[in-house]
């Protein structure tokens, strides 16, 4: 990987795409190439005039343009967040099936420019968009990343922090399984500072109490649909997201995120992609955070993680 250049290269200008693209020119730093790839390539052209246009009052220089797909060939990173929308009547796995003609359109040109360095997926449902990346690209699973649950752990230490009355920061847990309805939080690893929440719990001199942390997860797991129904997508917390993890990876961090990457044993499970924490450096997914997991929680798990399979079975690549 060309560190020095740090060039990432995005596919689809959409709002996900595009509010990845003004969160790394406000955020400065990151990378000092960007290109925008489009099948409308006129938008993609507008968008980068738009970004270049700020760029004076960005913190830092970047080059930003449209480009196409053999400008991936000496990239660090190509961030993927193209897609089509769900019709009405439409399936999830008649979805799925779009989607992933959509990618075998992007990732072959992709692969054959002679790129070689890491793919983040962005695309819903992102843990099987990311294992058709992979399936697609056979690029080795460390280098092909999700964007997972990364966002649902934001949103999760959000919450927390403000029930807690203390810097989100400070807060350490973690949103695991499918970016999905069957995601969850492991309740017995979630840390206030170095002292575990379910011992404040169980300390009658305060009153918080387990219900709130099962109405948090609640509120976690929905946040997508309330936001959808306010104003029709989400794009903000995700193009956020990309840029944390982004930023882990140009700037070999080794941070620990979490993001959907193939298990290879961890969780007693293999093969499939699913959101876990990782730690993240400049090669992609250095090693996967096994978590300690309760009886409980890893049945949880196995039901997240087979609903995964499930849905990936039913493709035809």
């Known amino acids: 990987m060309n560190t020095d250049k740090r060039k990432v290269v995005l596919i689809g200008t959409g709002m996900v795409g595009m509010s990845f693209a003004y969160a790394v ?22 968008e980068a005039m738009d970004l270049n246009h700020g760029l004076a009052f960005a913190k830092s220089n970047m080059r930003i343009y449209a480009g196409e797909y053999k400008d991936c060939k000496d990239a660090d990173i190509v961030v993927i967040a193209a897609g089509v929308a769900q019709k009405d009547g439409e399936t999830r796995l008649d979805l799925l099936q ?16 002679g790129f070689d360095g890491i793919f983040l997926v962005a695309t819903n449902p992102v843990d099987i968009m990311t294992r058709v990346t992979y399936e697609l690209s056979r690029f080795g ?14 949103r999760l230490r959000y919450l927390l922090g403000d029930y807690f009355t203390v810097d989100p920061k400070n807060i350490h847990a973690y949103v695991i399984g499918e970016h999905g309805d069957s995601e969850f939080v492991p309740l017995s690893q979630v840390m206030l500072a170095t002292k575990s929440v379910t011992e404040i719990l169980e300390d009658d001199k305060n009153d918080y109490k387990i219900e709130d942390m099962e109405s948090i997860e609640e509120q976690v797991r929905t946040s997508a649909y309330k936001i959808i129904s306010a104003k029709r997508a989400t794009y903000y917390g ?9 930023k882990a990876i140009l700037g070999d ?6 993001v959907s990457a193939k298990l290879c044993g961890e969780y007693e499970s293999k093969n499939v992609f ?3 924490p990782c730690i993240i450096g400049r090669n992609g ?30 493709l035809e690549l």
Not at 238 to 246: D, K, L, N, S
């Open 238 to 246: 995700i193009g956020m997201a990309i840029t944390r993890i982004v």
């Open 98 to 113: 779009r989607n992933t003609e959509v990618f075998r359109s992007i990732i072959s040109p992709v692969v054959k420019s």
């Open 274 to 276: 699913i959101g876990v």
């Open 285 to 314: 997914v250095k090693e996967i955070v096994e978590l300690s997991l309760t009886d409980s929680e890893k049945e949880k798990f196995q039901n997240s993680r087979q609903v995964l399979e499930d849905s990936f079975n039913g």
């Open 141 to 154: 699973a460390s280098r092909v990343i999700g964007t997972g649950t990364s966002l649902d752990t934001a």
């Open 25 to 46: 020119v406000n955020q400065g730093g990151i990378c000092n190439e960007l290109v925008l790839i489009d099948v409308n390539k006129e938008r993609a052209n507008g």
């Open 253 to 258: 961090e080794n941070s620990v995120l979490t």
